[in-house]
Structure formats: structure tokens, C-alpha cells
């Protein structure tokens, strides 16, 4: 019973800059389902590409055996061909093609090219009826529901011969019904002897159905658990999830909080195209002087969402809500009205969103408040490189010029660039999206750092982030949102890992 | 600001950085002048092949009234280009508007100013119409623009109802055919168009000098001294000398006035203005843009009003030149507009891209069209040359952005 279907040994994998996978073991037995929990960014996405071969041999390092033999993919196909199939969180369907069509895509049933359209509408229905999806084979599949959707691909993969699946938060956006339908399904294909990965935060749903769980952490193994010796429990999950040490990461900094600054009332925002699903339900929250609030929460939570809407609408539809900065209302509406009004938006996507990445250090500084370095329209050269030099000098932006293209500058240089549009556009309130995601330890620092010093100017910080240790290093309080509203809030010193992921996996079902 | 600015670190020993600055700064812009030097290199083979027919004066003459229309709206498809789209109803539209234009100065008897008017009038509406759809509907420009080119054509078709009208009155004439004015008299040489000439030289220069010496002030690198004094005295000399050229035929055409006014402000907007560098971060990543506070849809529209206007101009001075408005007028124009535009260096995907490059590209263009036409080469390889010179060039500066 115990033989191993997949074991990948001592995995590494290195980005510029950053160890995503630092020593990672797993063993998947023979039919059987595995469940890998994790952080944000403990590594479980990058491993799970290493494995179907989309980061090939030999970019990471470390073994991959797959029935008895060691593997060395170098392409998606490699890995399909011996039956390891993925289904990512973001679905890989081609929304105007049918179900037949989609199931079939790349793999068609055809001889000298012409496709055998009888045998793929056969072939199809007996997937289908695997999966217990009750469709016509014709569907295009934009008409289906998400759940119907995830059923297609998993009927996708059976039409593959899979031996080993792997499924990546795939009850995500399901609701309950939906997921109990997906994981039951599990179950059955396990019956039949197909193995399986089930990645999910939503640690009831893993300790339910899995047979092992493995936890990964900081992009390492910290231990596998098997369900069949003791059930596993939610807080031993937890605690091997976040039981990290909390070295000396952060800059000290003694807070210097002062009046009410920055309200949000009650705000709202739907969906940009499913318009009648209110994504943002009632968010509310204030920030003081000098204050740094942290929000946390999974991916999918509605945080980037939030910030987003609140910036000029930049996000969503039918956004409602009141904005106040020191007891007066503000216009939001525009993101130029928002800018002006004193709020910034660091994004956590700086590459599609905060940088022109083929421009210039010196000129996506000055971006966001042109006008200050120009009279009447015209700019003015000189004072815009002096100004661009003077951020380069105090933000330690490592570039060989300000005239140097961004897109030359590593990450969190990048990182800087964005950082200094902003505080040119002198904002009272500042909101920080992720901003050390994928830069290494040192420029973290520095960022800390800056964003400390600006805490003790009497700006309002609000930190966006995924990575607990940094919220609790860096926040005088931290809110937890969860499924669009504010779950919880801990001040600094009450807050711990356990109780804000606790607060995050709460209430998953619903 | 100053004590910063000295810690810059020096890549090269003082004593050897004169000698080694030229050339290390030359091989930095070489990509730069490589377009001119493209220019020059087809020219010199024209003058060469066609035993110096390309440079005579009437030639030289012939060569800026034959491109002025194409350069005129080389200049509004480059914003629109950077701002990543694309028109390509231009060619219909500045048909549409000279047909305009003869029914109101010809068939009604308008006089020539208000007939003008109303025409860029026109193109600005015509801009701002299929500009809504663009930037505030969403509606890709190539599928929005390519249906202003038929409709356009067709309504020019429908007013001049298929048949040439014309002539114009002469003073409207005299945007395309004219020259400027001569109070200064001279038999053989217009003594007002060289002096224009070398005051243009004068002020280029002394701007290019004070421009330096700002930059000096600010610390900011700025090419070898040797380097700049050459490539300024070289500039001077060869403006100079083409106004001289062109002195010794009719002095310089009224539409090479027009051109060389527009052609500084649309390089002052796009180098300089907060509105040309808006541009170009709306075409280098407009969601960025967009979050920096930019009004994209906006800017977006401007420049599709702004393209109206310069096809109207275009159309203006070609049927200016022909002397009457016929229903072919504008036919293909657009090709060689975006290709122009390309030839000088934009990228298709938006961000990138030069008024001066767009012009030199569209001199290129017109030099082999007026060398090969006096060469012989007939019109159909004169168009598979075009197109692969248009080819060549983007090849190689996307070659180049690649290494």
C-alpha cells in the first residue's frame, strides 16, 4: 500500500534574487491524496511547477522520482505524457470553445490532421459521466458555472490517462455545495487508483479528505503529517505553518501615533464584471497620525480589491462607501481626485502597474506629479533630474544614472522607483500593496526602513501584505479581511500568527 | 544637490577621458544618428546615381512640396502611434476634407480663410469622432479607423460626386505653390530665404549651446564637447546650405514654413510638454498610467482630434498643390504616414518614438520615391523597394533593442 508513486528529494529552485524552494521533500503513495498547506509563498506553487516541468531540468535542483524512476522534465508534455496533470487555480479553459473542444485541446483524436469529431463527443460523455457532469459535449464552456468548469478540467485530465493529479486551491472560488461535490469526487478517483496533490489554505477541506498532509514552509519540507495514525488537526497545521523564528528582520521603530487622520466608512465595490457580486462588503476602518495599520488575509480575500477601489475607482463597480481625511469627506472618485485629495496607491504588481517599465528612473519618478516639475505645461529638465537624483540619494535606488530604463533595475530597486513616485506626490495617506514581494532580505530592509520613517513624518501607512512575520514586525495593528470584510483586528502586541491565521482560515466555508 | 551629483562615479581616469569620452559617447548614440546617417548614405546614393539631379534646386524644391503632406501627418501619427494605436483613415480624410474644401472655395465661392477654417474644423471633428470610440468605448483603433477610411472615402467620393473640381483660387494656391515673400530682392538668389536660412542655423545653434550649458549646470552628462561642436557645426552647415539650394531656385515654399513650425512643437510637446510625456507613458504601460492619475481616455482622444486636424492641414496643402480636389486624392497616404513613423524608429506596441525620426523617415520615403522616379524604376518596384527598406529598418532597430 505504502508505495511511493512520486518522491521529488532535496528540491531547490532560485530566482534572481530570492530562494523560492530551498529544500523541499514529498512522497505521494499510490493512490492516495496529498495534501501540501503552506503561506502565501511558502513555495507550493513554484514546486508544483517544477514537477509538471514548466521550470525545466536543470533549473532546479534535487530529484524527481516518479514511478520508480527518476524523471527529468523538460516541458509541460514530458510531464503529461506520464500521466501528471495539473489544474491551476486560474482555470486553463478556452472560454468559447465547447466542452469536447476544450477537453480535446492540443490532444485531438484525429488522423492526418483531421479531427475525429464522433470519437472526441465519445470519449467526452464517458469523462464526463466520470465526473458526474450532466452537459452536452456542444457546450461552450463560458456557459458553464465555475464548479462545472473546475469538473471540466478534471475531465480534461481523465481524458489524459492521469495517474498523479494535482489540483491548486481548487475549491477557491467554489461555494460549499460545489467544493463537498469536487472533494467527493476526489475520493472516487481515489478509488480508482488515481493519486492525488491537493493544494488548498482552506485546512478543513485538506484534513477531511487527505491521507497525508505535507507542510511546507520559507520553501522547505517542516513536516508531513499521516492522517490515517492521527487525524490532523487545523492548529497543528497552523502552528507548523507559521512557527517561523522572528529574527532581527525588522528596523526598530517606536511608534508616535497621533489623532484620527484617515476614516473609511463603510465601503463597497462589486465585481467589474460579474456585477452582482459584491466583492468589498462593508469595509470600514480608520488610520491615525504617524499609525501603520496592516491588512492581512489569503489571496482572494478582497485586499488588493479594496485598496484599488478606494484609489479612484480603479477597481470595481457601483463603489460606495465614505473616505475622510481629518473629519472632512473626500473625493475619490478619479484616481487624479484621489491623488490630490493626498492618498497613494503603491501597487503589488509594479511591473503592469506602477512602472512604465521601458522608461527611465527619471521619468517614472516624476510621473505622478508632473506638474511639480514643470511651469505651465513645459517641463523642466533640470529640476526634474534633481529631483530624480535626490530620491535616487535618499531611497538608495542602485542605478547607473537616473536615466537608466527601469526595466535594467532589479526588483527592488524597482521596488524604490515606485516608492519615490509616490512620496513625490507628497501623500498624506499612503497605501502599501505588498511592497516586498519577490525582493531580496537586504533591500527589505531598507524598505522597512523607509516605511518606518515615514510612519514618524505623520503619514498614514496602510500595509497590504501576505507575509505574517513582516505584518506583526512592522504593524501597530492589524486588520484580518476575510471574503471581502474585516474579520478581525489584534493591536500590536496581542497579535500572534496562530490567532491572525486562525482568523483567516475561519469562516472559509461560507 | 551639488555634492551629489560630484559623487557620480567616473568611469574613466580624467587624463585619458577626453579622447576615450568621444568615442565611448559615439558608440552610446550611434543608434541615434543612425537614421540620419541612413538619410545621408540614400541620398548620396541618389545624387550619385542620377548624376546630381537629386540635389538641384528645383529638385530639392520639388522634393519638400511632393512630402510636405506626408510629413505634416507623420506628425499626429506619431502621438497617435506612441500612444499606442494606430489611424488609418488619415489618407481618406485629408481626400475628404480637400474635396471639402474645393466645394466650398470653388463650387460656393467661399473665401479662402473662412473655407479653411471650417475644413480643420472638420478634421478636428472627424478626430474627435473616431477618437470617442477609441479611447472612451474601447473599440480597437485599427477596426474604428479602418471604417473612417471607407466612410470617408466614400463621402468624398459622394461630394465631389466622382468628378475633379477645381482650379482654386490662387491665393489658396499659394499654401503648397507659393514662396515666401522677397523684399530683399537678389537676381539669381532670393536674399531673404538664405538669410532666413542662416538665422534658423543661428538660433539652432545658440539654443543647442544655452540647452548645454543648462544641462552642465545640472550635472547632467552631456555628449563630449568635441562631439557637440561638430555635430552642431555640421547641422548649421548643411541647413545653411540647403537654404542656399533652395535660395537659388524660388527661396523657400511657403508649406516648408508650415512644416518646419509644426515640426519644432511637436518635438517641444513630445520632449518637453506634460502632455507629450503623458503620451508616452499611456503608450509604454497605460495602467500604470492610469494609476499615476493620468486621464488616458482623455489623452487618448486628444490625440485622434489632434490627427483630424493634421490630416485636414495634409489634405489642404495636397489639393492646394494639385490645384484641384479630385475623388483619388489621399489614396494610400496612410501607408506611407505609418510607415514613415516606423521607418523612424516607434514601436508598434506603443511608447517609443521620435517627431524627429517620424520625419526623417518620411524623407526617406520621399527621397527614394522621387530618386527612383527619376531613375525610371517603375512604380511597381518602386513600391516592393518601399516596403522592404520599411521591413529593413525594423528589422534592424529591433535587432538592435534585442542585443
Redesign the interface.
Known sequence: MAEAILEMRGIGKTFPGVQALADVNLAVNRGEIHGVVGENGAGKSTLMKVLSGVYPYPEYSGQIIFQGQERRFKSIPDSEKLGIIIIHQELALVPLLSIAENIFLGNEPARFGIIDWNRAFTRTREVLAKVGLDESPATRVTDLGVGKQQLVEIAKALAKEVKLLILDEPTASLNETDSDALLELLQELKSQGISCILISHKLNEVAKVADSITVLRDGSTIETLDCHEAPASESRMIRAMVGREMAERFPPRIPKIGEVVFEVDDWRAHHPIHQDREVIKGVSLVVRRGEILGIAGLMGAGRTEFAMSLFGGSWGRNIRGRVRLHGRDINVSSVAHAVEAGLAYVTEDRKALGLVMGEEVRRNVTLANLGAVATRGVIDNGREYAVAGEYRSRMHIRCASVFQPVVNLSGGNQQKVVLSKWLFADPEVLILDEPTRGIDVGAKYEIYSLINSLADQGKCIIMISSEMPELLGMCDRIAVMNNGRFAAEFACGEATQEKIMQAIVRDQLH | ?QE??AA?PELTPPSRASAAAGTNWLRGHLREYGLLLSLVAIMAFFQVMTDGTLMQPLNLTNLVLQNSYIVIMALGMLLVIVAGHIDLSVGSVSGFVGALAAVLMVSWGWHYVPATLLCLATGAAIGAAQGMWVAFFRIPSFIVTLAGMLVFKGLALALLQGQSVGPFPETFQRLSSGFIADPLGGDSLRLTSLLLGVAAAVIMVVLKVRGRA??V?????TEPLAVFALTQSVFATVIVYFAWLLSSYKGLPNVLIVMAVLILGYDFITR????G??I??LG??E?????????TERLSFYTFVNMGVLSALAGLVFAARLNTATPKAGLGFELDVIAACFIGGASASG??GKVLGAVIGAFVMGVMNNGMSILGVGIDYQQVIKGLVLLAAVVVDVYNKNK
Open positions: 544637490m551629489q551629483i557620480v543648462a544641462q549646470k545640472h550635472g547632467m552628462q518637453r510638454s506634460t502632455i510625456r503623458r508616452y507613458a509604454g504601460n495602467k500604470a498610467a492610469r494609476l499615476s492619475g493620468i486621464n511608447g517609443v
